[in-house]
């Protein structure tokens, strides 16, 4: 079951020796204290959130170890060109003296994220600093998600009791169990929620990873076919071109770049060669021969 939980994220870290260290594990190189940028997210917790769903409190806690060393993202758009900050530590923060709807101990999963200082990244920094970028969600799995009125495995079978209603007094929500995976977390430009908001994508299952290997092939297919048509209306429009330069530049570029690349091409192409029409018709009338009368209704 793949869900994508949001919440409100974004706070300023001091940086530690440990820090850097843990940084470096991930890093190529060691890096200085000067060339990274730290800062801190609140992934997900085990309040019931607005589609009547919580983690629970052992969920947080195997989910912990799986985020370490994951990319943030913009959008959940699963691509290198959008990575711009990786986790690099977590810990599940308690607040016992915070209850939760169902009466527990609030809880929720930190995550401590870095990014190189660059030219790049100096404008999402800012953001950050600003206060302008704080909403972030989590694409991770589970594989149960029970009941609160039955105890039924709703990725199992539907159990009739809808999430939002009561039963004898009773809330009915589901607690997501045993996790699967986690695979990044994004800045989103949502509202920020007071908890754990929700815009998620369900799927169940073994049918979750076949369907997003699925999705994510034909992708890759549709880019480099478009790669390739890019390439070939560049080499169209000008001979001279260097098909080696114009096939590494469009192996860089972005789908939307692509996009108006292969439009702007097109049109230089129509222009340098015109499309004639298969029929020609005289402007003048004339008269139809017998073999030609032969297709007259």
Not at 65 to 83: E, L, N, T
Request: charged content about 30%; proline content about 2%; hydrophobic content about 35%.
């Amino acid at each position: 079951m793949k869900i994508i939980k949001e919440t409100v994220g974004g706070e300023r870290e001091g940086l530690s020796r440990e820090d850097l260290e843990l940084i470096g594990v991930l890093a190529r190189r060691p890096l200085t204290a000067q060339e990274v940028y730290t800062f801190s997210v609140r992934l997900c917790d085990n309040e019931i959130d607005r589609d009547f769903e919580r983690f629970a409190t052992r969920t947080l806690e195997e989910l912990a170890p799986m985020f370490v060393g994951k990319s943030g993202i913009f959008d959940h758009q699963w691509s290198a060109r959008g990575q711009a900050a990786r986790i690099y530590k977590t810990e599940v923060i308690r607040e016992p003296d915070r209850l939760t709807k169902t009466g527990e101990g609030y809880c929720w999963l930190k995550g401590y994220a870095y990014m190189v200082r660059t030219d790049s990244s100096r404008d999402l920094i800012a953001e950050i600093e600003g206060g302008i970028k704080k909403e972030v969600s989590v694409g991770c799995s589970v594989e149960r998600a029970i009941c609160s009125v039955c105890g039924c495995d709703r990725t199992e079978a539907d159990c009739g009791h809808e999430k939002g209603r009561e039963y004898g007094g009773q809330l009915c929500y589901a607690t997501l169990e045993g996790a699967g995976d986690a695979y990044e977390f994004s800045f989103v430009a949502v509202p920020a929620q007071p908890m754990a908001g929700v815009v998620k994508s369900t799927r169940w299952g073994r049918q979750a990873a076949q369907r997003l290997e699925e999705e994510a092939a034909l992708g890759r297919k549709y880019l480099d076919g478009l790669r390739a048509e890019v390439v070939r209306m560049a080499l169209l429009s000008d001979q001279q071109m260097d098909g080696r330069a114009m096939k590494s530049l469009a192996d860089k570029l972005s789908h939307q770049e692509l996009e108006e690349l292969r439009k702007s091409y097109a049109r230089r192409v129509q222009e340098r060669l015109p499309l004639g029409t298969q029929l020609s018709y005289e402007t003048q009338n004339s008269g139809f021969d017998a073999e030609n009368q032969a297709f007259l209704g």
